[in-house]
């Protein structure tokens, strides 16, 4: 189904990227892509290099809605969304409380552990001290700043003393760091839009966990999709995805990430609201196995911010969607 020819309906779009969280330059890979796609489809796309700045620069240039393609905090974290929610901007994505929690990994796990969904043990480390309990939890560990994504920070540790020059190098990133239970199994993500969850991808990286390097970089990373689980297994993970994504208040399109241990018993571990959109990324892909390129995946997304967009799981509290009538 061909979306080109109907861009003109959403009006002067700003595709926000860049921003000033340390995935910048990702967010700027993949703010072109999206951009480039936009203006394929016919839309008056307009990219946006966030500062802050930004409500000046969308009030002078008129805009009626923004694709947010910002990755990691400022953009990521309800930040951004706030502001566009208080200009009355319709936007793509999650609202402001979709947005905090996906970006937050502690805050996203207690949720997840107090509403009874599966997530690996976990405790949150601001002080030397709190190593004492983290080692507790038996390793090896994940240890990752709280609020960061693409990988950035991020360790795994098998000892004590790695334990603590791990936190050591998250606490670079962010105040607050998560450890976290290691999970040995197959690692899978699953991307939702608009309230269906696309088909999963099984990731296969020869690292020792899929870093930024094997997001980014590698041409070792295998991206298996179909990702080889039988259709009732798959479907069952697609549907704890959808839960666990809509439990955090995400909304529009997002991605969920998820282990499968060697007793085929899921573990979630974390949302990410603004998924990247380069040409390593997971979203785009599972897009495809679903029947949509990238240009209809683009559009489909733009067209959640308009008012009478079908979504099952609607942002709150949808001043921007208000705005625009």
């Given amino acids: 189904m061909s979306q080109m020819g109907d861009g003109k309906r959403f009006g002067k779009v700003a595709v926000l990227y860049g921003g000033w969280a340390a995935e910048r330059e990702v967010s700027l890979q993949s703010g ?12 008056d796309a307009h990219g946006v290099d966030a500062g802050r700045d930004l409500l000046t620069v969308l009030a002078a240039g ?18 951004v969304q706030g502001a566009l929610d208080l200009v009355g901007l319709p936007y793509t994505g999650s609202g402001v409380i979709g ?16 509403a009874g969904l599966p997530t690996p043990p976990f405790e949150l480390l601001q002080r030397e001290s709190d190593l004492t309990a983290a080692a507790a939890l038996g ?5 990752k700043p709280v609020h960061e994504g693409s ?6 540790v098998d000892d004590p003393t790695a334990l603590a020059a791990a936190w050591q190098l998250a606490s670079r990133y962010d105040m607050a760091v998560l ?6 199994g197959k690692e899978y993500t699953a991307a939702t839009l608009a309230g269906v969850a696309l088909p999963l991808i099984r ?11 094997a997001k980014y970089h590698a041409d070792s990373t295998r991206y298996l999709c179909p990702c080889g689980l039988d259709a009732a297994l798959e479907s069952r993970l697609q549907q704890l995805a959808l839960q666990a994504f809509t439990l955090a208040g995400g909304a ?17 571990i974390e949302v990410n609201t603004v998924p990247g959109m380069t040409d390593h990324s997971l979203v785009p892909m599972a897009a495809q196995a679903a029947g949509l390129d990238f240009e209809q995946l683009v559009m489909r997304i733009l067209e959640t911010t308009l008012p009478a967009a079908s979504e099952e799981y609607p942002r709150e509290p949808q001043a921007g969607a208000d705005a625009a009538n």
Avoid: N
């Fill in 32 to 43: 072109r892509a999206v951009l480039e796609a936009l203006l394929r489809c016919g839309v």
């Fill in 151 to 156: 990988s950035i920070g991020m360790s795994k």
């Fill in 99 to 114: 947005s905090a929690l996906g970006m937050d990994k502690y805050r996203c796990k207690l949720l997840w552990q107090g």
């Fill in 252 to 268: 529009g399109w997002g991605r969920v990430d998820l282990l499968l241990d060697e007793a085929a018993q899921p573990w979630l």
């Fill in 139 to 143: 390793f090896p560990l994940m240890v």
């Fill in 62 to 79: 008129r805009f009626e809605r923004a694709f947010v393609v910002l990755h990691g905090r400022g953009g990521e974290d309800g930040v």
């Fill in 203 to 213: 990731l296969e990286t020869p690292r020792a966990f899929y870093d930024y390097a």
């Fill in 179 to 184: 450890a976290e239970r290691w999970v040995s």
